[in-house]
């Protein structure tokens, strides 16, 4: 039985008004969700992600210097009308399906005051009903179903769920980490249901009750919003997402998790921001057979592991 009123989630919510240092100079003037992963910005796999799941309204969460990807999600009447003099078809079409992907509605943050507070933006846009939120450094193969599952559990089981990844001990300070039980559900594509007993944000390693990380994808009761706005700082003296999913679990509210077996690139870290892009590449049909003919020779002529570029 459905304890969300068994309204599914339809509207999903993303937080870009994070600085992106770790891609300085790049990022001065263009935000780093903006940054092309082979010819299509981080932030249009995302909203597409969104929108195949079923999300077809996205409320972005914004901050100051991110005009350009408002910019980006509006139409472009005067390129439109070039590409179709020129009777460039294909890519009027890329442009068109850019902006045609879901309805994007804007707010800004005002003071960047952490996740949680960013999420709180969002109270009027959603309202009363479970809603979606994605991170846009973690790109999710769109090969993997990870939030339709999601979606589907919170629908049957209501509550909240988020995306899990184990990544190890050696790399749990850096996430949102926590402490599962089995769910007793059957597993969905090959990805496990938990039910989520404790949360902690970027614990040190010996006190990380796992090595399960919460990866950029959660479905949340709306519930989280009056939990928000009772949310003290807490790790960076930041409002924390996590801390507010601790009170739920705290208060007896429900919150799974699934554990992610995909494939999962986080683009805002340097390598594997190249890796998705090589990946994505070699994999699709116009750049692909050329890229991985390329790949081929280029490895086989790589030094050893240790030696220098001739
Ligand atoms: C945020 C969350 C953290 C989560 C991570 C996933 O941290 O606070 O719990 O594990 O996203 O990418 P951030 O990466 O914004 O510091």
């Given at each position: 039985m459905s304890t969300s009123g068994a309204r599914p989630a339809r509207k999903a919510v993303i937080p870009?008004?994070?600085?992106?240092?770790?891609f300085l100079p790049a990022t001065k003037a263009v935000p780093?969700?903006?940054?092309?992963?082979v010819d299509r910005p981080a932030l249009q796999y995302i909203v597409e992600e969104a929108a195949r799941a079923g999300l077809p309204e996205v409320l972005m969460v914004t901050g100051r210097n991110k005009g350009a990807i408002e910019d980006f999600f509006d139409s472009t009447p005067e390129l439109e009308t070039a590409l179709e003099k020129k009777g460039d078809a294909a890519r009027l079409d890329a442009v068109r399906s850019s902006t045609d992907i879901a309805q994007v509605h804007f707010v800004r943050q005002?003071?960047?005051?952490g996740l949680g507070h960013a999420v709180l933006q969002a109270a009027a846009f959603v309202g009363d009903e479970p809603f979606a939120v994605l991170l846009g450094d973690d790109l999710i193969d769109a090969r993997d179903h990870l939030l339709e599952q999601m979606l589907a559990v919170q629908a049957e089981h209501g509550g909240s769920v988020i995306a899990l990844l184990d990544v190890g001990m050696e790399n749990i300070d850096k996430y949102g980490a926590v402490a599962v039980e089995p769910g007793g559900q059957p597993a969905l594509d090959g990805d496990e249901v938990v039910t989520v007993t404790g949360l902690v944000e970027k614990p040190p390693v010996d006190e990380a009750p796992s090595s399960l990380a919460i990866i950029g994808r959660y479905v949340l009761s709306p519930q989280i919003f009056d939990v928000l706005r009772e949310t003290e700082p807490g790790r960076g003296g930041e409002i924390q997402l996590t801390d507010a999913l601790a009170t739920l679990v705290a208060r007896g509210e429900p919150v799974h998790g699934v554990v992610f077996s995909g494939r999962r690139y986080d683009t805002g870290d340097k390598l594997d921001y190249l890796k998705a892009v090589i990946r994505l590449a070699a994999e699709?049909?116009?750049?692909?057979p050329a890229l991985r003919t390329w790949l081929h020779e280029f490895v086989s002529e790589l030094p050893a592991e240790g030696a220098s570029p001739a």
């Amino acid at each position: 039985m459905s304890t969300s009123g068994a309204r599914p989630a339809r509207k999903a919510v993303i937080p870009v008004a994070g600085m992106g240092t770790r891609f300085l100079p790049a990022t001065k003037a263009v935000p780093k969700e903006l940054l092309p992963v082979v010819d299509r910005p981080a932030l249009q796999y995302i909203v597409e992600e969104a929108a195949r799941a079923g999300l077809p309204e996205v409320l972005m969460v914004t901050g100051r210097n991110k005009g350009a990807i408002e910019d980006f999600f509006d139409s472009t009447p005067e390129l439109e009308t070039a590409l179709e003099k020129k009777g460039d078809a294909a890519r009027l079409d890329a442009v068109r399906s850019s902006t045609d992907i879901a309805q994007v509605h804007f707010v800004r943050q005002g003071e960047a005051k952490g996740l949680g507070h960013a999420v709180l933006q969002a109270a009027a846009f959603v309202g009363d009903e479970p809603f979606a939120v994605l991170l846009g450094d973690d790109l999710i193969d769109a090969r993997d179903h990870l939030l339709e599952q999601m979606l589907a559990v919170q629908a049957e089981h209501g509550g909240s769920v988020i995306a899990l990844l184990d990544v190890g001990m050696e790399n749990i300070d850096k996430y949102g980490a926590v402490a599962v039980e089995p769910g007793g559900q059957p597993a969905l594509d090959g990805d496990e249901v938990v039910t989520v007993t404790g949360l902690v944000e970027k614990p040190p390693v010996d006190e990380a009750p796992s090595s399960l990380a919460i990866i950029g994808r959660y479905v949340l009761s709306p519930q989280i919003f009056d939990v928000l706005r009772e949310t003290e700082p807490g790790r960076g003296g930041e409002i924390q997402l996590t801390d507010a999913l601790a009170t739920l679990v705290a208060r007896g509210e429900p919150v799974h998790g699934v554990v992610f077996s995909g494939r999962r690139y986080d683009t805002g870290d340097k390598l594997d921001y190249l890796k998705a892009v090589i990946r994505l590449a070699a994999e699709r049909d116009d750049l692909g057979p050329a890229l991985r003919t390329w790949l081929h020779e280029f490895v086989s002529e790589l030094p050893a592991e240790g030696a220098s570029p001739a």
